[in-house]
């Protein structure tokens, strides 16, 4: 009987050795997802400012648009074409054909260059807005630009929304580590939700 009882401390004092030589803790390293980026920044973007210059005849003009939501401008006498989608090259291009097309101009030059790109902040901090984009621009940094959070903000919970994608950031390690901290594309908007306390 003492036998047994011994054996049977041995080998329950063997399985808690077994079982915590097994149990080596790892420490978990915070992560926010990785956003993937579609497309290029060379591509025009709805909300996308540009400059349209046509040359090369007798009332050369400039026209500074904005490409409207559904990815198109307009221009005098041939309306509205699709932008969003196309390189600058290649919707000079289709401007310069469209005029030809339509018998407005037998010859133009035409050049479209971008002026500005935005990325829009809503939510929870001080002015909620666009932002003009620049290639540097990350989620933290959009948000500062923005004027910070408000007090009542759930900072670790932002909504970066890209091509109808929505990835939660937590900007409070973004801020700690930068490695976090993802890259903005123009027309990406950050919603900072409210915090429920």
Not at 17 to 46: D, K
Not at 56 to 72: C, N, R, W, Y
Not at 99 to 120: G, H, L, N, P
Not at 164 to 187: E, T
Request: hydrophobic share 40%; charged share 20%.
């Amino acid at each position: 009987m003492v036998f047994f009882q011994r054996a049977r401390k041995q080998v329950a004092a063997l399985a808690i050795l077994v079982g915590s030589a097994g149990c080596e803790t790892t420490a978990v390293v915070p992560m926010n997802p990785l956003i993937p980026v579609s497309g290029s920044t060379a591509q025009l973007r709805p909300g996308d400012s540009l400059n349209i210059a046509l040359q090369g005849v007798p009332d050369a003009s400039t026209h500074s648009v904005q490409i409207d939501e559904q990815g198109l401008i307009s221009l005098p006498f041939i309306g509205t074409l699709p932008a969003a989608g196309s390189s600058s090259a290649e919707f000079s291009q289709r401007i310069r054909e469209t005029y030809i097309a339509k018998k407005i101009y037998m010859a133009v030059d035409v050049s479209v260059s971008v002026t500005e790109r935005y990325i829009y902040v809503g939510g929870e901090v001080q002015r909620p807005g666009r932002i003009i984009w620049t290639s540097d621009l990350t989620v933290a940094k959009a948000v500062q630009s923005a004027g910070g959070f408000t007090l009542y903000a759930k900072e670790t919970a932002v909504s970066v929304v890209r091509e109808k994608n929505a990835y939660p950031v937590d900007v409070k390690l973004a801020q700690k580590l930068p490695a976090q901290d993802p890259r903005l594309m123009p027309g990406d908007s950050l919603q900072v939700p409210r915090s429920p306390f």
